[in-house]
Nanobody, 121 residues
C-alpha cells in the first residue's frame, strides 16, 4: 500500500524559509512532485524531480527560490523554500507518478494529505 506523508509546514514571515519533507512507503516512483492549493484556487504544480538523474522542474513562480531534491535511500523528497512570499501561502501536497514527464495533476497517481504553509507579510 502506497503512502505519502508530508511534514514541515508552518507559519513563517515573508522572506523566511521552510523545508517540506515527504516520506513515501510501499514502492518507488519515477517522479515525485509538489503541488499547492490556495483557498478558492485550483491545485497547481510547484516542482518535480524525475528519473535516475533526478532531473528537476519548477513552476515559473517559484524558480530560483524553491529547490526540490530526493533521497532515494530514505524514499523521501524535499522542498526547500526560500525567500517566501505571502502568495506562497497554500496547502502543499506531495505526489508520485510512474511517468518521467509529469507536470500536470492528472499525471500523478498517489497524493499525500497536505501540509499548510502560511507566509505572513
Amino acid at each position: 500500500q502506497v503512502q505519502l506523508v508530508e511534514s514541515g509546514g508552518g507559519l513563517v514571515q515573508a522572506g523566511g524559509s521552510l523545508r517540506l519533507s515527504c516520506a513515501a512507503s510501499g514502492r518507488t516512483f519515477k517522479t515525485m512532485g509538489w503541488f499547492r492549493q490556495a483557498p478558492g484556487e485550483e491545485r497547481e504544480f510547484v516542482a518535480a524531480v524525475a528519473g535516475r538523474l533526478s532531473s528537476t522542474y519548477y513552476a515559473e513562480t517559484v524558480k530560483g527560490r524553491f529547490t526540490i531534491s530526493r533521497d532515494n535511500a530514505k524514499s523521501t523528497v524535499y522542498l526547500q523554500m526560500n525567500s517566501l512570499k505571502p502568495e506562497d501561502t497554500a496547502v502543499y501536497y506531495c505526489a508520485s507518478s510512474d511517468k518521467l514527464l509529469a507536470g500536470y495533476r492528472y499525471d500523478y497517481d498517489y497524493w499525500g494529505q497536505g501540509t499548510q504553509v502560511t507566509v505572513s507579510s
